[in-house]
């Protein structure tokens, strides 16, 4: 059964404290891993998108990287405007090549 | 370029009462997706279209919910009757070609609470 799975749940860092979130998944073939940020009462937003192990990506003070069975999404020098719940989403090759998403991360920056 | 836009934003609604949600995706998009979002959860894929067309609704509890997306723009979700354990947020989502066909644009969502 194709399943994202993510740890912690909740994370609360000081300012300019780094970190990594994880996103483990078991797939029957995979067609992408997704990164979204969510804030209170809003939809998820788009952050990055990975299609094969050791493929990375970059955007401010975050960074994404695969591999065969999980995703990392490191946080550096995080800012309190960094709060907010990070989900993880893979799309399988199953089926209907449907996003499944994992439960995310709630992420709390202190300053 | 306008993102996803959902209405209404907030429902309450009585159990066994009928609710229905609208979608407008992003112009162009030809996928379009609905997922329902429970408190502390990541967003479960109700139903998805391909234009018109049903792709997945696999997780649509039928007996209760549908939904349909005429003219393969704008969509309606529909829940009649309701149940408690359908409060919950309502999100839209849609999806386009090219270097975007994979990522998913969401809207603001519905929050649905049931009484």
């Known amino acids: 059964e194709d399943q994202v799975t993510q740890s912690p749940e909740a994370l609360r860092l000081q300012e300019g404290e780094s970190s990594s979130l994880n996103c483990s998944y078991t797939?029957?073939?995979?067609?992408?891993l997704f990164w979204y940020r969510q804030d209170p009462g809003k939809g998820p937003e788009f952050l990055f998108t990975?299609?094969?192990a050791g493929e990375e990506k970059e955007k401010e003070r975050l960074k994404a990287t695969l591999t065969k069975k999980e995703s990392f999404l490191h946080i550096t020098a995080p800012k309190p405007e960094d709060s907010a719940t990070y989900l993880c989403?893979?799309?399988?090759?199953?089926?209907?090549?449907?996003?499944?998403f994992g439960t995310g991360t709630r992420l709390k920056v202190l300053a | 370029e306008a993102g996803v836009a959902q209405s209404p934003r907030y429902k309450i609604i009585e159990k066994r009462q009928s609710v229905a949600f609208w979608c407008n995706p992003i112009?162009?998009?030809?996928?379009l997706y609905w997922y329902q979002q429970i408190l502390g959860q990541g967003p479960k894929l109700l139903i998805q279209?391909?234009?018109?067309?049903?792709?997945?609704d696999s997780q649509l509890p039928k007996d209760r919910f549908s939904a349909e997306r005429l003219k393969g723009v704008d969509s309606t979700l529909k829940i009649q009757p309701a149940k408690l354990e359908d409060s919950a947020v309502y999100l839209c989502?849609?999806?386009?070609?090219?270097?975007?066909?994979?990522?998913?644009?969401f809207g603001p969502g519905t929050r649905l609470t049931v009484l």
């Open positions: 989403a893979v799309r399988a090759a199953s089926g209907t090549y449907k996003y499944i």
């Open positions: 279209f391909q234009n018109n067309g049903v792709v997945d």
């Open positions: 797939v029957s073939g995979l067609r992408g």
């Open positions: 989502a849609s999806s386009g070609r090219g270097g975007s066909y994979n990522e998913q644009f």
């Open positions: 112009s162009g998009h030809a996928t």
């Open positions: 990975l299609y094969s």
